[in-house]
């Protein structure tokens, strides 16, 4: 029954390529109409289906029993599901573009505060597209030098620099986190100097003395910190995923069954 869907959405001839892209731009700009102009009073209803069916293919064919093979009926499905997800990928990267242009535009047209900040944005997004694309599809050497000045000599080191300074925010807030004003800030604070300690050659050299095969191994600095790290800090983690799947799981359901708020669900449904 879905063969035909599963056939369309499979890969096609480069020479009738540009037409299937051509006709998925169209389809998706007149979804993204289609879903602006509707009534609020059917918005709702329909992302709530669309989403419910979605999350019930998925829960469906992973309870269903398995053949010998393997698979159910809706396992030969799923990849052809999956694309889904890149369209709908592909969808959000065009909304965000439209989102950037209407809202920039809108400061640089009526000369708004900082609306040169919102200039420099366009200007850079559009080199950026444009030579890109020209480095990558084209021929043209001068459009390939100036992508190469625009990415590795300015955007790389435009991300270096900025992560340079967050390096100065993360160093404060150690500093704050780890200053000693409760039992549990010094035992954090101790485990971390240990920790650090043990990563130098300094501090490796601090207990270099006592022999690996004695008594006293356990105290030299690698051993703790080797034992700090695989032992607390590993039970420590799969506490935390533990806790990070079970919400999400949660968040899961509420998104599936429709009882999340948000920009299509005001209130509780």
Not at 193 to 201: D, G, I, S
Request: aromatic share 10%; no cysteine.
């Amino acid at each position: 029954m879905l063969e035909p869907i599963v056939r369309f959405f499979g890969p096609k001839p480069p020479e009738v390529l540009p037409y299937y892209v051509a006709g998925a731009v169209v389809l998706s700009i007149l979804i993204i109409i289609l879903l602006m102009n509707l009534p609020s009073r059917a918005r709702k209803p329909l992302i709530a289906t669309v989403t419910f069916l979605a999350g019930l293919f998925y829960a469906t064919e992973f309870f269903l029993p398995i053949d010998k093979e393997g698979k159910n009926f809706l396992t030969d499905y799923l990849v052809p599901a999956s694309k889904l997800g890149s369209l709908l990928a592909g969808m959000t990267l065009t909304l965000g573009i439209l989102s950037l242009l209407r809202v920039h535009g809108r400061n640089i047209t009526r000369l708004r505060s900082g609306w040169y900040n919102s200039l420099a944005l366009l200007a850079a997004m559009t080199a950026m597209v444009v030579f890109g694309l020209m480095e990558r599809y084209g021929n043209n050497p001068t459009a390939k030098q100036v992508f190469s000045v625009l990415f590795e000599g300015m955007l790389i080191n435009m991300d270096a620099t900025m992560f340079s300074l967050i390096a100065f925010y993360i160093v404060s807030a150690a500093y704050r986190a780890f200053r000693i004003r409760s039992v549990e800030a010094t035992i954090l604070m101790a485990t971390a100097f240990l920790v650090m300690l043990a990563q130098v050659p300094v501090g490796l050299a601090l207990t270099a003395w006592i022999p690996r095969d004695s008594m006293l191994a356990s105290l030299r600095l690698e051993v703790m910190k080797e034992w700090l790290l695989t032992v607390l800090n590993a039970a420590a983690l799969r506490a935390i995923a533990f806790g990070l799947g079970v919400g999400g799981l949660a968040i899961s359901l509420r998104i599936w069954l429709s009882l999340e708020r948000g920009a299509y669900f005001e209130k509780e449904i």
